[in-house]
């Protein structure tokens, strides 16, 4: 993909993104009116149910609106990133990518963070609703999940690789997925004392391979 049509696209996927976002803004003032409109009966436990079923999608409505505008963010910095490193700014452009990186974590610890508070949500209603709690499982799993991507961020570097640049790999919506392009697993680099032992450990099987092999043949 040429520049001009990269730059187009980002345009493109920032108007989708505000016109999303205009939407989901939306559908949150209705659940919030819906919310003030619940009348309280002598059922406290429907009441309470109604009310938390509606603040469990005001909390969707709410966290779809900030995902949304991260990623904005991110394909913003990009953008930026990509028309200064074309003009040769390279210490604007470097400064973009950096932010890019920043966007892109702040996406990750959003991600985790926003299903938490939906698990946690919903663990309120099955409660009210006296059902079998069934998001404690799933709130664990997500804890040990956010802390092995934070290791990534803390013991990788990241990689903007030039070959896809100007595909559109880098504006995925999906934060894993991105995550997982830019912060590879960095090769580790054999020293030569390393190489030498392990060349030592080669030779020493080798002749006791050799002396198995003239033991055998003196047996027979």
Known sequence: MKYEEIIEKIDEVLKSIDEIIKNEKQKKEAYL???????KTDNIKKYQYELERENYRIIKANNKIVKYE??????????????????NNLFEAKKYEYEFIKSLQDENIF???SIETELKQKTLIEKICDKEITSLEKLKALDNDRQKKYNIFLKRDFTLEENKIYSLEYLNFDVNEVTNLIYKPTSKKTTKKEEAKSQKETNKKKTEEEKETRSRRKAA
């Open 70 to 87: 991260l990623f904005k963010k991110r394909c913003s910095s990009y953008k930026k990133y990509l028309i200064n490193k074309d003009q």
């Open 33 to 39: 009116d819906n919310q003030k409109n619940i009348e």
């Open 111 to 113: 991600y985790f963070d």
